[in-house]
């Protein structure tokens, strides 16, 4: 295993003040599924992330509500779905997207709680002038020895203060060039031999996939190494102790079948908590999250207040420690677009069992309805929706989305006007 070099200039102070800043670190990896050991990945090498498992919670259902980067990121910055915030799709370049004018982010309510707020790597939400950074580095997002320096400068800038700091990771989202995987200062190669890697179900079984996959791989090691920079940034600073360290990705890996999509493959991402406050750590929590429950989590874990509407998440830190909480048994999910080319409409909800979707929109060669048995069927296969012998579930599940799409203000229900 490659081993930590010390990329700090500055020992750890030796007393902190008291009342110690309630800071937070919002690690994002970019297009990273379930492919870590702490998820029972035995291939991949991600010892950093394995670490923080073993001393934080390690969430088992975990969603992100649309697997798309900037929808996704849109949700995880304002704790509403994306239908309801107005970044439907992508954000950069001719797709424009934006926040409606009235949608607050994360970093502009704690900066009104007396935070510093700073992003490091990749942010893909607009509009920027919304977020009130105190540091905007949004540039080289793979190499992580920068982004380490970078943040470690962010620290010592905040002088007591509690810090907000959003790293966005550029691994191990493909690039022009494959993945982006070359010489990094600071970073040691960790090769994979593409025949020995799993392909997953959803995809064929062939060399070409079996390249890209080893490449995959190989990425991701490089985002865990940069994980493991910033926790010993943390440790070396002394704000370990007082830092809520949440760690997560935006979608599902950038194959078929995964990103873009509503499948498991592109929803159900790994989500990892490490908090000051916990009694136990090593914890497993199978309770069903959304990512629109991160932003109150973190305004709670912050003492900060809300905006002046309501969000369509919960704080999850008064279940945080608790293996199978109550009440933590249904998620939802809205995709629209990724591209503004890519128009994809979808709406659903995940229960422990099953899986119902809907287009938002008229499809061709789609059917209106979809409903699957995930522990059945987990690759999402045989619709079941046309069985008679789950109509109750299928007329459940059907309402349930209804009267969420209705809560949260979806305008595409005006599309059933014409179905």
């Not at 791989?217 to 949440?246: K, V």
């Not at 990892?272 to 874990?301: C, E, K, Y």
């Not at 608790?322 to 629209?336: A, I, K, L, M, R």
Request: proline share 6%; aromatic share 10%.
């Amino acid at each position: 295993m490659p081993t930590r070099r010390s990329f700090l200039t500055a020992a750890a102070p030796a007393v902190l003040a008291q009342r110690r800043p309630h800071n937070i670190l919002l690690l994002i990896a970019d297009d990273l599924g379930l492919h870590t050991g702490a998820y029972g990945d035995r291939t991949a090498v991600m010892p950093n992330l394995d670490r923080l498992a073993r001393e934080g919670v390690r969430f088992t259902s975990a969603f992100c509500t649309t697997a798309s980067c900037s929808a996704s990121r849109s949700v995880i910055l304002t704790g509403l779905h994306n239908h309801a915030n107005g970044h439907y799709g992508h954000a950069h370049s001719v797709h424009n997207l934006h926040l409606l004018p009235h949608v607050r982010p994360l970093p502009d309510l704690l900066k009104d709680a007396g935070y510093r707020t700073g992003v490091i790597g990749k942010m893909h939400v607009n509009p920027g002038e919304r977020f009130r950074w105190d540091l905007n580095a949004q540039e080289n997002d793979r190499d992580v020895l920068s982004m380490a320096e970078r943040a470690r400068r962010f620290i010592a800038a905040s002088a007591g203060r509690p810090w907000y700091l959003h790293v966005g990771f550029g691994d191990p989202h493909r690039a022009a060039s494959g993945f982006a995987n070359r010489d990094y200062t600071g970073v040691k190669r960790t090769r994979f031999n593409p025949a020995k890697v799993p392909v997953p179900s959803f995809l064929p079984d062939n060399e070409p996939t079996r390249r890209e996959i080893a490449e995959y791989y190989e990425a991701s090691n490089r985002l865990d190494q940069g994980i493991g920079m910033m926790l010993e940034l943390l440790r070396e600073t002394g704000q370990l102790d007082n830092t809520l360290i949440l760690f997560l990705s935006d979608n599902g890996m950038a194959f078929p079948n995964a990103k873009t999509n509503v499948y498991d493959a592109g929803l159900h991402l790994p989500l990892i908590v490490r908090s000051p406050a916990q009694s136990h750590r090593g914890l497993v929590n199978n309770a069903m999250l959304s990512f629109v429950d991160l932003l109150p989590t973190a305004l709670d874990w912050a003492g900060a207040k809300g905006p002046e509407y309501s969000v369509h998440g919960r704080s999850f830190l008064p279940v945080l420690e608790q293996e199978n909480p109550s009440g933590w048994d249904q998620v939802y999910f809205s995709h629209t677009f990724h591209e503004i080319t890519m128009y994809y409409p979808m709406r659903g909800t995940r229960t422990r069992r099953y899986k119902y979707k809907r287009p938002a929109s008229r499809y061709l060669h789609r059917s209106a309805e979809e409903l699957y048995d995930i522990t059945a069927d987990p690759d999402e296969l045989e619709n079941l929706a046309p069985s008679s012998q789950h109509r109750r579930t299928l007329d459940q599940l059907r309402a349930d989305v209804q009267g969420w799409r209705k809560r949260t203000a979806d305008l595409w229900l005006l599309n059933d006007n014409y179905r």
